[in-house]
């Protein structure tokens, strides 16, 4: 991820000139992202930390994305929808998953996986306890 610092000047010179567009968006009935650009634009000027979370919204993805994010395969992503462990809609032909779900899955699994970390260092420390090679 590219990071980069943005001056408190750079700030106010960007949201006066989105001021106007910004109305533009509002007239044409996009409310919501109104909205969200203007609460994004208040809280990066005064310095606040802005953290938009994919795992909190109702977006929907293909099993593709869902794959990537998982780190998988799509047809491992497609068994688990087959199994019932990933909820997915059916669109047509194609399935689409909830990003809320799909994150859910990544934590359940990281949790699993920092479990049985713990339990095979615990295992390693009592064979090697019980054969004298812990010194």
């Known amino acids: 991820m590219t990071q980069f610092h943005i001056t408190k000047e750079e700030k106010i010179k960007s949201a006066t000139a989105l ?8 007239e044409l009935g996009a409310s919501k992202v109104f909205e969200l650009i203007t609460t994004l634009l208040q809280d990066t000027s005064h310095d606040s930390e802005v ?9 929907f ?14 047809p491992f992503i497609r068994k688990l929808i087959d199994e019932g462990t990933l909820h997915a809609h059916k669109i047509g032909s194609h399935y689409k998953i909830k990003t809320s779900d799909v994150f859910a899955l990544k934590e359940s699994w990281e949790s699993k996986k ?18 004298g090679w812990d010194d």
């Open 61 to 74: 993805i293909s099993p593709n994305r869902a794959a990537s994010i998982l780190h998988a395969s799509r």
């Open 51 to 59: 953290v938009v979370d994919p795992a909190l919204t109702d977006e």
């Open 19 to 26: 001021k106007d567009e910004l109305h533009k968006l509002k």
């Open 114 to 131: 920092e479990e049985r970390s713990e339990q095979l260092i615990s295992t390693l420390d009592n064979i090697l306890s019980d054969t």
